[in-house]
């Protein structure tokens, strides 16, 4: 397994959090505006919905070019940008869109859920390195970041299906990104409970 390569954190957060920053300063520019393409009619969120899928394409070839790395759950996400996305624009149907984030939280809860039934936690596959922790703190942390997926997916569904469109776009950029922020920050306790010290390493 090739080891990820250093790269520096201004340019991994550029490329990383770029592309739905700027899904947010150009739907706040175009949410108002209407273009005419092959005699049909788009929305300024469709419009920005085109542009931000190969956006986010690029951005993810670059970080993997970069970092010689792509997590599973960075995968499962960038297909489901370029189906969904690629969906509302060809439909012409912002529906497809705002239901992804649903999907990813869903599909990321089912793997998770899938693991604790088998008496292992998928978690600790992903955040080993940067979290060393002893397995029950593993299996609990999972069991939360489950259920707080499961949640995270239902609060997207009412968000977008009773809100305007412009509420979910700023849900979707910032609401979702603080919430996960909120969720870790909670779990100071199960950290310090369960963390394995490495200072005498080496």
Same mark, same amino acid.
């Given at each position: ?25 150009? %739907?706040?520019?175009?949410?108002d ?15 920005? +919905? ?7 394409? @690029?951005?993810?070839? #670059?970080?993997?070019?970069?970092? !010689? ?7 499962? +996400? ?14 012409? *149907? /912002? ?8 999907? @990813? ?11 604790? #039934?088998?008496?292992?936690?998928? #978690? ?11 397995h /029950? ?13 499961? !949640?995270?997916a239902?609060?997207? /569904?009412? @968000? ?33 409970? %369960?963390? @394995?010290?490495? *200072?005498?390493?080496?």
């Open positions: 397994m090739a080891t990820p390569k250093h790269v520096s954190p201004m340019i991994k957060g550029v490329l990383e959090y770029g592309p739905v920053l700027a899904f947010f300063v150009a %739907y706040v520019l175009l949410k505006k209407t273009f005419l393409v092959g005699g049909q009619e788009y929305s300024g969120f469709i419009a920005v +919905t085109a542009a931000f899928v190969p956006l986010m394409v @690029i951005c993810s070839g #670059l970080l993997w070019k970069l970092t !010689g790395h792509m997590s599973k759950m960075q995968a499962v +996400t960038l297909v489901l940008v370029v189906v969904f996305g690629g969906l509302s624009v060809w439909l012409n *149907d /912002e529906r497809f869109f705002k239901m992804k984030p649903t999907l @990813i939280y869903l599909i990321f809860g089912m793997i998770l859920g899938f693991g604790l #039934l088998r008496g292992q936690s998928y #978690l600790r596959v992903v955040m080993e390195e940067a979290l060393p922790m002893q /029950e703190g593993w299996m609990i942390l999972t069991r939360r970041v489950c259920a707080f997926f499961f !949640g995270l239902l609060l997207n /569904e009412v @968000i977008w299906r009773t809100q305007s469109t412009e509420t979910w776009v700023s849900f979707k950029t910032f609401g979702l990104t603080l919430a996960i922020l909120a969720f870790f920050m909670t779990q100071g306790k199960l950290f310090q409970k %369960y963390g @394995i010290e490495q *200072d005498n390493e080496g």
